[in-house]
């Protein structure tokens, strides 16, 4: 039996990271997951926060050269409704940032965490699938596929929403379904986006184009599953034509590049993050539509925590972690989930009231900086307007001292 002092099973964006940020803490960090990986056509769209986590494993510097910037985020209501909401434009200079975040293409993403990986001499990486994880007083056994056996002090289950390592630890989920199905494809434009992501509320749900480098951006569309399905199946020409109608020709001529990839919508959250020895991170512990560009950053923001917990201590001696990192979690997870919920339930929603709601908060966020300023900084860290607050009253404090 191999031991180590913490295994990460799964090694998608979520697993990668957890594996390389343990692993630089000075555990032994075993990475398991199967060799075979679909080949990822989407992209992931980090903010400051995050961005600022990969510079601290020195990742950020490989990363970049694939990334666009996002500096302003936009909000235009493509609805035909009769309560339509003004555009709302979110800048990043509003809050002293050259950008928001980053728009990164998961594939060289990826790329550049396999290399990585592979040169961390702490980080074993074990090409297999897991079938159980049992907990003893002294660690975790997980049995592999290929009928290897490892033990290791802490098990974080990155192994998404179909977790096995969520399922060991006897731990449920509470699960749903959505009417929607997001088409989500790269394309070519004629005009430059200028760092600008623009989301077009539809009644189906949102349309939201986002940066890459040069002219070109990614696109998910949240549409009805038989519309996806009827536009994923059209000839790239024909794709084009129907993005570019979308964008209103925002962004020029269309070039879908490759083919649109489609998947079904829903939401889940595991009952509790963690138990014993075992945590659950990304997908296998939280998991809901690409609306706002929280997905990773909320599994990064799970990293983070765990990297916290195990700093100067060792994962074999503390059998009580997992209750520990849910309790850290159980706040910023249920707040999200329900956030992007509401806001994707409230674009399905034809009752005026949920549709008058919805205008007036746009309303408020178009015309009132403030808010509009504590929005942004809550959309890029947790608490963020709150110690942006803290920061500045400490600098009136310092100025006045001085």
Do not use: C
């Not at 009928?147 to 990155?158: C, F, I, K, P, S």
């Not at 879908?256 to 919508?265: D, T």
């Not at 403030?370 to 009136?396: C, H, N, Q, T």
Request: net charge positive; aromatic share 6%.
């Amino acid at each position: 039996m191999r031991q180590f002092d913490i295994a990460v099973v799964g090694a998608g964006l979520a697993g990668s990271l957890a594996a390389l940020a343990l692993a630089d803490s000075g555990a032994s960090v075993a990475l398991i997951a199967p060799p075979a990986r679909a080949n990822d056509g989407r992209t992931t769209a980090l903010m400051d926060q995050s961005i600022a986590f990969l510079k601290t494993l020195g990742l950020w510097e490989e990363i970049a050269r694939h990334a666009a910037a996002l500096e302003t985020m936009q909000i235009l209501d493509g609805t035909a409704r009769l309560l339509r909401a003004p555009p709302v434009a979110f800048r990043s200079s509003e809050v002293g940032l050259e950008a928001f975040g980053y728009n990164i293409p998961n594939a060289p993403f990826l790329a550049v965490l396999d290399a990585r990986i592979a040169a961390t001499g702490n980080i074993v990486r074990i090409e297999s699938g897991v079938t159980a994880a049992n907990a003893f007083e002294e660690g975790v056994e997980l049995t592999l596929d290929d009928g290897g056996r490892v033990l290791a002090g802490l098990v974080a289950g990155a192994d998404g929403r179909k977790s096995k390592i969520r399922e060991s630890a006897g731990i449920g989920v509470k699960a749903w379904s959505y009417p929607q199905a997001a088409l989500v494809l790269n394309f070519s434009h004629e005009r430059p986006h200028g760092n600008v992501s623009t989301e077009f509320h539809t009644e189906s749900g949102p349309f939201t184009q986002v940066p890459l480098p040069g002219r070109r951006s990614s696109l998910v569309w949240v549409l009805p599953p038989k519309e996806a399905a009827r536009l994923g199946d059209l000839s790239a020409a024909e794709l084009g034509h129907a993005v570019e109608a979308r964008m209103q020709s925002m962004l020029g001529k269309v070039t879908v590049e490759g083919a649109a990839q489609r998947f079904p919508l829903s939401g889940m959250t595991a009952e509790r993050f963690g138990k014993g020895r075992i945590v659950l991170l990304g997908e296998a512990a939280h998991a809901f539509p690409p609306i706002g560009a929280q997905g990773l950053n909320l599994s990064l923001r799970d990293i983070m925590a765990l990297k916290a917990l195990i700093q100067g201590a060792t994962p074999a001696n503390d059998a009580g972690i997992g209750e520990r990192f849910d309790r850290k979690r159980q706040a910023d997870i249920r707040s999200r989930t329900l956030s992007v919920d509401l806001l994707n339930r409230s674009l399905l929603s034809d009752f005026l009231p949920v549709q008058f709601l919805r205008s007036a908060g746009l309303h408020l966020l178009s015309a009132l900086g403030p808010l509009r300023s504590i929005v942004m900084r809550e959309g890029i860290e947790p608490l963020g307007s709150l110690k942006a607050f803290r920061d500045g009253l400490r600098e009136r404090v310092a100025r006045k001292r001085a």
